[in-house]
């Protein structure tokens, strides 16, 4: 046999003989990642205790009237009007989740399954636009829904993105106007 085959023969891998060396850094690895899931956690609730001056949320009147637009899609959260990226957490509000949409003369009122409701009061509507990202959620411009308003004495703004995109204009022109008239009757 030539040299290089004789090479190529005698290689191959070395037998692992340290297991505790190797079960000692796969434990040190899942308490790593324990230890940054906790703190992220943490994180969470200290927001969430930082905005606790915030009000409960306001739900829906029994009597809201008849439906202007109907949508069912994504909440994506909601943020301080303005700043993209500060989420709010308190009362749920950071709670990703599926949303039906329903606008009425008496306001917006988002259904969220497994997740708390809350409704916006036409009179706290503030405006709505289109935009491309809310915090933790980048998409395409004019992909998501902001709705902005007023909740205690703060301006927030809440994403959306309906399961048919195409409604999303209707839904910026209609709340815009909606706001425009409750304006002018202030």
Known sequence: MTPVIL???????AEVTDWAARIGWLV???LFVALVYWLMREGWKWRATLQSDLPGLPT???DAGPAKLNMSGRYHGSTTAGQWLDRIVAHGLGTRSRAELTLTDAGLDVVRPGATDFFVPAERLRGARLDKGIAGKVLTEGGLLVVTWEHGDKLLDSGFRSDRAAEHNDWV??????????EGAR
Not at 7 to 13: D, H, I, Q, T
């Open 28 to 30: 040190g690895l899942a």
């Open 60 to 62: 829906a009147p029994p």
């Open 173 to 182: 022109d209609t709340l815009n106007h909606m706001i425009d008239k409750t």
């Open 7 to 13: 090479l190529a023969a005698e290689r191959k891998s």
